[in-house]
């Protein structure tokens, strides 16, 4: 059975941590609970080893074996840390190496997978230490459950409220699950909408909100890649692990694209770039009238088919299409005409799935193949399409290796 270490600090979310012990315990895991000493005026040890049958610590000199230094055996027998809730104490305590309580110690100690997720007022989980301190984290491998806006205890409201169990626990699944099949490869990801502006107040646009973008390149990291995100305009923060490109405009994001392109191994361009743009943008604002107002558009160059042209003769293209339906056959028409290796569709007829939502389901096009993800929650379908597409670039590498041997002998 896998073990995991559950490590609450002391945010008045703490008491959630509870249930979030219970629901590892149901998909599989052995869990045992670290809590700092803020956390006991919440919850305490006994709570929590009555519900794990498992010993919980709290101080750094706390030894249920005697003689055997438990931060050290906790940090070398766990399968994955989960720290929920984590505060902005415990997380600049851990990124400045602070082991002065037992969590802290087996965190530093630890060095294997770490899902953690942050729970504090708006303005603490703003400031630049406790950003560094996640940037560090994350640099060190860990994957972050970036918290709800909502009110928090103070009265405020604003980003800081704990992500839902469900989100924690399907991240730690998904990151458990994840291969390294990505290592030493630069993945460059496009994501969100664009904005084609009509006046100085007024745009074309659509529903993206990025959440598949930014959930591929966090995938895209967390099995080893280099990440290169261009972005239009969403709500989301910025990936702290990648070289992140802001846009607006459709040319904007093909300029900040092919910037990238050069150094690319996989291209996964799953931006909702829009199609047309006004010919014309009105400075200041439209004025409203009694007559009929016609608008003139333009088309705009289609990003993933020139990225397709400069990309490296090894990379492998990810084009995605939004279809009311399945829409296969004109995905594998889309295939050829933008040059790209595969295309994801997303079938925007459904409701559930896709555009604004927290899960998709991806079907996947290649000239050879089609698969179906499954309903899942896009950070599961970001990790099952990239999967398959680093499989589908070893193939071609394999391919391009064998003719280069065919040549060299002359056959």
């Not at 052995?30 to 803020?38: F, G, H, N």
């Not at 005026?41 to 794990?52: D, H, M, N, R």
């Not at 492998?316 to 994801?344: S, Y």
């Not at 389901?361 to 089609?370: G, H, I, P, Q």
């Amino acid at each position: 059975m896998p073990k995991l270490v559950l490590g609450v600090s002391g945010s008045i979310s703490c008491y959630r941590a509870c249930d979030l012990a219970r629901d590892f315990m149901r998909a599989g895991y052995e869990v045992r609970v670290a809590l700092t000493d803020s956390a006991q005026k919440f919850v305490s040890p006994v709570l929590f080893e009555t519900l794990t049958g498992q010993a919980c610590l709290v101080d750094v000199f706390d030894e249920p074996e005697r003689g055997r230094m438990a931060h050290i055996d906790w940090a070398r027998q766990a399968d994955v840390l989960v720290l929920a809730p984590a505060t902005a104490s415990l997380l600049n305590r851990v990124a400045a190496g602070i082991g002065d309580d037992m969590l802290a110690a087996i965190a530093i100690a630890y060095e294997g997978r770490i899902v953690v997720a942050p729970a504090m007022n708006p303005s603490m989980l703003a400031s630049e230490p406790t950003q560094e301190a996640l940037r560090l984290l994350e640099a060190r491998g860990a994957v972050i459950v970036e918290g709800q806006e909502g009110d928090v205890a103070s009265g405020e409201l604003g980003q800081g409220k704990l992500a839902p169990n469900a989100q924690i626990v399907e991240a730690t699944l998904a990151l458990a699950r994840a291969s390294r099949s990505l290592a030493g490869l630069r993945v460059l990801v496009t994501s969100g909408p664009t904005r084609e502006p009509i006046d100085d107040v007024r745009f074309l646009s659509n529903r993206s909100s990025g959440k598949m973008g930014v959930a591929i390149a966090k995938a895209a990291w967390t099995m080893g890649a280099e990440v290169a995100f261009v972005t239009g305009p969403t709500a989301l923060p910025d990936p702290r692990y990648a070289k992140v490109h802001r846009v607006q405009t459709a040319d904007e994001m093909l300029r900040a694209a092919l910037s990238e392109i050069g150094n690319a191994d996989l291209v996964v361009a799953a931006a909702a770039v829009a199609d047309y743009r006004p010919a014309q943008r009105v400075e200041g604002k439209l004025r409203r009238g009694d007559e009929p107002m016609a608008l003139e558009l333009l088309p705009n160059p289609d990003v993933i088919a020139n990225l397709a042209q400069r990309a490296l003769p090894q990379a492998t293209l990810c084009a995605f299409a939004a279809e009311p339906g399945e829409g296969l056959e004109e995905a594998r028409a889309k295939l050829r005409r933008k040059g790209v290796h595969a295309i994801a569709v997303n079938d925007v007829s459904r409701a559930d799935i896709g555009l604004e939502s927290d899960e998709n389901d991806l079907a996947l096009v290649t000239e050879a193949s089609e698969a179906r993800s499954g309903k899942m929650s896009k950070l599961r379908c970001a990790l099952w399409l990239l999967e398959n597409l680093a499989a589908l670039h070893r193939e071609r590498g394999a391919g391009a290796s064998l003719a280069e041997k065919v040549g060299e002998a002359g056959v």
